[in-house]
């Protein structure tokens, strides 16, 4: 019997004949470069705002031979005591480098947050509270400097979305995105149906 792993496992099961779930049949090597990019574009800033995961490894396991380590990414808090500091160390199979992050925090309480929104067309003091609950937001507000070197600031809901937003730092916001995490909702190109935007 295998021993307890401490920490979670993320299989990508591959398709190889259509499903119920989608006519798509993804081959190894379209996950390989799926991987390859993530790799290259994402790895090392994807835990920039998340508290809960330290390490990321990604690992390529044939079915014969013994798994292949891609590459890992482990961040680290390098001033514990205010948690503005953050040194993300990214080691991969081609180079090792660690960046250091400055992490400034601007959150507010949530009686500020409904109280700013109750004033907005269509809120109240309750139908803001109820949309505040509903769409699990949070009046939080996290800016990323890469304090070695310039960024391509992107935007982040959690995770980095495939938006750029022009300015030289990372941002991160419960934005109200579109299902694929690809877009911001927004009233200027049409409202989706079935959201809350209606």
Not at 20 to 41: A, H, P, T, Y
Not at 52 to 81: D, F, H, Q, W
Not at 103 to 108: A, G, M, P, V
Not at 162 to 189: E, K, Q, W
Request: proline residues 7%; hydrophobic residues 40%; aromatic residues 6%.
């Amino acid at each position: 019997m295998a021993p307890p792993f401490p920490g979670t496992v993320i299989r990508c099961p591959l398709r190889n004949a259509p499903s119920g779930i989608s006519d798509q049949v993804v081959q190894s090597e379209v996950i390989s470069q799926l991987f390859k990019e993530f790799i290259d574009q994402e790895l090392g800033i994807s835990c920039l705002f998340l508290d809960n995961i330290r390490c990321i490894e990604i690992y390529e396991i044939a079915a014969t031979g013994p798994p292949i380590l891609l590459s890992k990414m482990s961040i680290s808090l390098s001033n514990p005591v205010d948690s503005m500091f953050k040194a993300v160390e990214i080691n991969r199979i081609e180079d090792s480098e660690i960046k250091e992050w400055l992490i400034i925090q601007q959150t507010h309480s949530r009686d500020e947050a409904v109280s700013i929104l109750s004033q907005q067309p269509g809120y109240n003091n309750l139908t803001a509270t109820r949309a505040l609950q509903g769409a699990k937001f949070s009046p939080e507000v996290m800016i990323a400097v890469d304090i070695s070197s310039r960024v391509r600031g992107r935007l982040f809901t959690c995770l980095p979305l495939p938006i750029y937003s022009g300015f030289p730092v990372h941002i991160h916001a419960l934005f109200g995105i579109d299902t694929s995490r690809a877009r911001l909702r927004c009233t200027s190109v049409g409202l989706i149906s079935g959201s809350q935007d209606q």
